[in-house]
């Protein structure tokens, strides 16, 4: 099956797992991206000047570079990636098949938001694992 095609059930099922990302967090975007790039799910608040497609295709890019630098240096799997600017962070999380990636600007709840993202990934990685 395509990362991209997912059953009525799956995408509930994934939509309850937002969901709760969102309610434990402030995060000025989350998306679930497939491991190409193609945006699966998105959610922001209003006025947040980040264009979904953008967010994933710029994620996915991250997110390879990041697998091969880590590739490179003799570790084993990319479990996540922080990249932190001057007044926000980006967290992208392996989650099996997918990928998660929450946007924010509360720097100070940087901690918080990776621990949340460490375990909702964790999660969604055991009932949709990577397909090899």
Known sequence: MNTTELTEEEAQNLAQYLGQIIS???????????????????SAVPGTNLHPDMLCSMAAVLLQSGTQSIEKIGYHQLLELVLRGGNAF???????????????????????????????????????????
């Open 24 to 42: 434990h967090t402030e995060l000025e975007a989350l998306a679930l991206v497939s491991r190409q790039g193609d945006r699966l799910a998105f």
């Open 90 to 132: 980006l967290v992208l999380s392996d989650a099996g098949r997918f990928f998660l990636v929450g946007a924010s600007n509360k720097l100070s709840d940087m901690g918080k938001i990776v621990s949340v993202f460490r375990y909702y990934a964790k999660e969604i990685s055991k009932t949709y694992p990577a397909i090899a």
